[in-house]
């Protein structure tokens, strides 16, 4: 059986809609996987949504069967109000075309910021539905509205450059108002990663914790121990686990996280899928 959403489909997007729209105060809910939405005074910023059955379609049949764990939260059809959705890289879980195609149709001011070096992948993958795209590589940065997204190179297993030198993997340090929010993508720790936190300053890390296991078959991520660490060591107010709960053969037990950031005193969330966190309003 599926694990239930903390909250979905309309009460999500009611959720949503209500939250407030003024003072300095940002709201964060988690969609599953990598997936986060970031709402502050109305504007909304998604990144890398998972919002399918995609691959548990195309791998149901294989050896490596992609069995979902949790419900999805929301149909990406129903989400309006996207001013920009990210993709960190060209795996499905980050850059699935049965959601951004009809996130797209949903949101035809939406801009798509990626990886400069992944953008013809992009076009190729969502055809007909492929949005406005903005490309970034580590140590650039896109303004879209009241949002600078700036790069930061990410390892998913090695930091992996195109013929032009440019990251085929990145996170998204980005500010907007007096906040900025940091989302790594999928990586494992390397050097810079904790130099680029204390650069950016993030008041909140989205890190992954499903680790990095060879016989999954997949690239890895940061394990529990990992993500408390780098949180840690990069100064960052609170740390909020993702890429876990999704399929059963690639996931991690967020208890150990707990643990982790409680031995090392460093702040911490945990949701479920569709709850919100939210920041000091800052009135």
């Not at 303004?143 to 450059?161: P, Q, Y």
Request: hydrophobic share 40%; with cysteine.
């Amino acid at each position: 059986m599926l694990k239930p959403a903390f909250q979905k489909g309309d009460g999500l997007l009611q959720d949503i809609d209500s939250h407030y729209n003024d003072g300095d105060g940002f709201g964060v809910w988690w969609f599953g996987q990598s997936g986060f939405l970031i709402k502050y005074r109305g504007h909304q910023l998604l990144f890398d949504p998972y919002l399918s059955d995609s691959l548990t379609k195309k791998y149901a049949e294989t050896d490596k069967p992609h069995v979902r764990v949790s419900e999805r939260v929301i149909d990406p059809a129903s989400l309006t109000g996207i001013e920009v959705v990210t993709s960190s890289h060209n795996h499905t879980d980050h850059l699935d075309a049965d959601t951004l195609v009809p996130l797209s149709w949903a949101n035809p001011g939406m801009t798509l910021v990626l990886p400069e070096a992944n953008m013809d992948f992009a076009r190729d993958r969502l055809n007909e539905g492929v949005p406005e795209m903005a490309g970034l590589n580590d140590g650039t940065h896109v303004d879209r509205g009241v949002f600078r997204i700036s790069g930061v190179a990410a390892a998913h297993n090695t930091i992996e450059l195109d013929g032009s030198g440019r990251c085929r993997f990145v996170g998204f340090a980005v500010d907007f108002g007096p906040w900025t929010v940091f989302h790594s993508g999928d990586t494992l720790w390397h050097p810079g990663l904790v130099e680029a936190l204390l650069l950016h300053k993030p008041d909140v890390a989205l890190l992954p914790i499903n680790g990095n296991k060879p016989e999954r078959r997949v690239a890895g991520n940061l394990n529990p121990q990992e993500a408390a660490a780098l949180a840690r060591a990069g100064n960052v107010a609170c740390v909020i686990p993702c890429h876990y709960d999704m399929f059963e053969f690639n996931t991690a037990d967020p208890a150990d996280f707990v643990e982790a950031c409680d031995s090392l005193q460093q702040g911490h969330c945990v949701l479920r899928a569709g709850e919100r966190w939210d920041s000091p309003r800052g009135d």
